[in-house]
């Protein structure tokens, strides 16, 4: 019996040993600069594509409906292909990027692409709650305004974490790579 356990054990051990051995693979891509920016100009490609694509149909709109102005659908898609854009130029001059001093306007940077996320896809919602609001025959007058308050206070909320990461950089020197976010999160608990 304890040979048949010796067995299982035995076993186990190998799964393990090649299961470790497998995941070594990350690693070799994480520490290759090489790989890293294959990895990064794949990004951008595809993002570039996204881009390219909420272009084309923001013009697609505009061609066939000149008169309306700026409606909620084309300022998506032009919020759409803005982010996407931002994000490629990102990936693409990422190495460029990490060399910017002071570290706030790196952080300003990479922050402001998901700010624009969250503004573009707030406006979807938008457009989808204008849509059922005027299917169900009720008034829309506070849904812009609630969309505006609640991107300035999303954006308020930022401009605050970047603030509160400069002062602290400033005070303890350029040299802190420290996350602020997650530093501070710890010392709660």
Known sequence: MEEGSNSVEMAGAVIAFKLKEASSWWQDINESPFWQDRIFHVLAALYSIVAAVALIQLIRIQ????EYGWTTQKVFHFLNFLVNGVRCLV?????????IHPSIFQHVLLDSPSLAFFTTYALLVLFWAEIYYQARAISTDGLRPSFFTINAVVYAIQVKFLLHFFTINRNEGEDSKSNTFFMEASQLH
């Open 91 to 99: 990936f693409v001059f990422r190495r460029n990027i990490e060399s």
């Open 63 to 66: 061609l066939r409906v000149p």
